[in-house]
């Protein structure tokens, strides 16, 4: 049963640290955005833009309510578990939006 507790502390650890990593590369990606190469050039794109500025503000917060919880030890990290990989999936889908945003600026580079 000791076993089960360490692997699953591990796997949570490991949780977290993909959870940091995401969002510095949110961070890195959100100032790429910002920069004058990712710059909208049609309606659609203007769009595209400001649905991911929402959606980097809503990751945000979404992390800091995860690491809050986790620092408060509100709730046993175990059964956070799920939450985190949720989080982890939202991470994934933002990153299909910007990829899909950023082709469609660069369209002529």
Known sequence: MNKTVKTDTGEIQELLIRMERNNNLVQRLSRKLGSYTCEPNNHSCFEKL???????KVFKDQQNHILRLLQQKSQQVGQME???????????D???????YMLSTNKYQ
Request: glycine share 4%; net charge neutral; proline share 0%.
């Open 50 to 56: 400001d649905n991911l500025k929402r959606s980097f």
């Open 82 to 92: 799920d939450q985190i990989i949720g989080h982890l999936e939202r991470f994934k």
């Open 94 to 100: 933002l990153e299909k939006e910007i990829a899909a």
